[in-house]
């Protein structure tokens, strides 16, 4: 009985490039028990990422696929598969992963792929988002935790955490508190998949079986 117990925790791989300050906050919220999984394994596309460490700190298998080492994307995101599928998770966690994925890996991973990305999309898409709100002069700015799709930072948003834009913010100072805001929301995002409570269905995110809004369910800060 207790063998099929572990077999129905659901397993996650993550995709990390850089501090791993996202995984880390997956690996604490397990640890304390208010996510019920097992990360199997952490994949870096770089060897100099930070978050590799956390990982081996937290006895998590770690492997690194290079993507200066392949010949495509295609070929680099054939062998991501390789190395995701022989783990056989139910969630994909992109923490901070920074490639862009092609069309036949996101519809590998269609509706248990998840990402955060540090705007209130639809607005500021792709990199430098701090700076083109404050350059934008709008009042909020934020997280937004997706489901992953082939339009980049497109796929249909869950949750979103929403955080004021100050008269003296700088680029650094803005990052520093919407990533503490990405800290929150991911966890409760992949806890809720974990639970079986969110889904994706026809482009439609579902949470216990109800279409969320188009802006996904907010999170105020």
Not at 4 to 25: H, K, T, W
Not at 89 to 99: C, H, K, N, S, Y
Not at 152 to 180: E, K, N, Y
Request: hydrophobic share 45%; glycine share 6%; charged share 20%.
């Amino acid at each position: 009985m207790h063998e099929e117990s572990l077999q129905q925790i659901p397993r996650i791989v993550v995709l990390i490039s850089g501090s791993g300050s996202n995984l880390q906050a997956l690996i604490d919220a397990i640890a304390a028990g208010t996510i019920i999984a097992t990360i199997e394994l952490v994949i870096s596309n770089t060897a100099e990422a930070k978050g590799l460490a956390r990982a081996n700190k937290a006895g998590i298998a770690t492997q690194v696929i290079n993507h200066l080492e392949f010949s495509s994307r295609d070929a680099f995101d054939r062998e991501l598969i390789h190395a995701i599928d022989d783990k056989q998770p139910e969630l994909v966690v992109l923490a901070g992963f920074m490639r862009i994925l092609t069309t036949n890996f996101t519809q590998h991973y269609h509706a248990r792929m998840l990402n955060i990305h540090p705007s209130l999309l639809p607005q500021f898409k792709g990199i430098n988002t701090h700076e083109r709100a404050i350059e934008a002069e709008v009042e909020q700015h934020g997280a937004s935790v997706h489901f992953v799709t082939d339009e980049l930072d497109g796929g249909p948003i869950v949750l979103q955490a929403i955080v004021p834009v100050l008269d003296l913010d700088s680029p650094t100072v803005l990052a520093t508190r919407v990533l503490a805001q990405e800290h929150v929301i991911y966890p409760i995002a992949i806890k809720w998949f974990c639970e079986g409570r969110l889904t994706l269905a026809k482009n439609t995110v579902l949470m216990d079986g109800h279409p969320l809004p188009a802006q996904g369910m907010p999170y105020l800060a």
